[in-house]
Nanobody
Framework: QVQLVESGGGLVQAGGSLRLSCAAS????????MGWYRQAPGKERESVAV????????YYADSVKGRFTISRDNGGNTVYLQMNSLKPEDTAIYYC?????????WGQGTQVTVSS
């Protein structure tokens, strides 16, 4: 059974930093794409950063480029999102995603709140 467990959210002042972690269990996922998405109140879920299994392809939303960095551990089962220079508009529930092509898995979400 695939399970994604996120951690690292919280409350931070504008300009601060947070690091999100997502640990995938159930098997080895190093060849699959993993990423981070977020959903703010009243808005649709949007992609934030996505990293291919090989690490050769990275996507960042324009709104986070230069501030957020996605990375993966050597085993490939944990993905991180380093968030710097946080802004109030970054406030959202952040979800980890594992894309196994035929099926997508989602974490339970972790709340990130940035105060002005």
């Amino acid at each position: 059974q695939v399970q994604l467990v996120e951690s690292g959210g919280g409350l931070v002042q504008a300009g601060g930093s947070l690091r999100l972690s997502c640990a995938a269990s159930g098997r080895t996922f190093s060849t699959y794409t993993m990423g981070w998405y977020r959903q703010a109140p009243g808005k649709e879920r949007e992609s934030v950063a996505v990293l291919s299994g090989s690490g050769g392809s990275v996507y960042y939303a324009d709104s986070v480029k230069g501030r957020f960095t996605i990375s993966r551990d050597n085993g490939g089962n944990t993905v991180y999102l380093q968030m710097n220079s946080l802004k109030p508009e970054d406030t959202a529930i952040y979800y980890c995603n594992l894309n196994m092509i035929r099926v997508n898995y989602w974490g339970q979400g972790t709340q990130v709140t940035v105060s002005s």
